[in-house]
Antibody
Framework: EVQLLGSGGGLVQPGGSLRLSCAAS????????MSWVRQAPGKGLEWVSA????????DYADSVKGRFTISRDNSKNTLYLQMNSLRAEDTAVYYC????????????WGQGTLVTVSS | EIVLTQSPATLSFSPGERATLSCRAG??????VTWYQQKPGQAPRLLIY???NRATGIPARFSGSGSGTDFTLTISSLEPEDFAVYYC?????????FGGGTRVEIK
């Protein structure tokens, strides 16, 4: 059974930084592209960032480009999202998800970790 | 960016009824539409990928159809556990985008 366990969320002031982690098990982690998807309170889903299985390719939504950095450590089966210059509009539950056959379909999802940006 | 429109935002049904949900793309996405189900306080769950392929473990009452710009998710006979929010998503072009969701509620 695939399990994705997200962590690292919390309360941070505007302009601050936070690093999210997603520990994966039950799959050959390096074989899968991974993504972060977020959901603001009471709102819909927004794709944030993706990374290839090797980590050699990354993509970002325009809303986070230049502020967020996605990375992975395949030796630790862990995905990361470094979030800098946080804004109130970044407040959301952040989900990690693996991409089915490394396509843009999200196969398995983590439980989500809440990031709140507020003073 | 490809915009996906799901309307209406809310649909009301009684258990046992047939539900048909719509997703329209602002430009052709071929067959590359995925459907997810989300219940309150839970992560989304993959239902249908590439327009019509059921994901592993998804009951046969869920089916998807469409190509180009118009897509449909059909639930043939609603079970109590099917009342939830449903999102479509396209993977034809980056950035990946989602529709705004349709809530299926109990009438």
């Amino acid at each position: 059974e695939v399990q994705l366990l997200g962590s690292g969320g919390g309360l941070v002031q505007p302009g601050g930084s936070l690093r999210l982690s997603c520990a994966a098990s039950g799959l050959t982690f390096s074989n899968y592209a991974m993504s972060w998807v977020r959901q603001a309170p009471g709102k819909g889903l927004e794709w944030v960032s993706a990374i290839s299985g090797s980590g050699g390719r990354t993509d970002y939504a325009d809303s986070v480009k230049g502020r967020f950095t996605i990375s992975r450590d395949n030796s630790k089966n862990t995905l990361y999202l470094q979030m800098n210059s946080l804004r109130a509009e970044d407040t959301a539950v952040y989900y990690c998800a693996n991409q089915k056959d490394s396509s843009g379909t999200f196969d398995n999802w983590g439980q989500g970790t809440l990031v709140t940006v507020s003073s | 960016e490809i915009v996906l429109t799901q309307s209406p935002a809310t649909l009301s049904f009684s258990p046992g009824e047939r539900a048909t949900l719509s997703c329209r793309a602002g430009q052709s996405v071929s067959i590359y539409v995925t459907w997810y189900q989300q219940k309150p306080g839970q992560a989304p769950r993959l239902l249908i990928y590439d327009a019509s392929n059921r994901a592993t473990g998804i009951p046969a009452r869920f089916s998807g159809s469409g190509s180009g710009t118009d897509f449909t998710l059909t639930i043939s006979s609603l079970e109590p556990e099917d009342f939830a929010v449903y999102y479509c998503q396209q993977r034809s072009n980056w950035p990946l985008t989602f529709g705004g969701g349709t809530r299926v509620e109990i009438k």
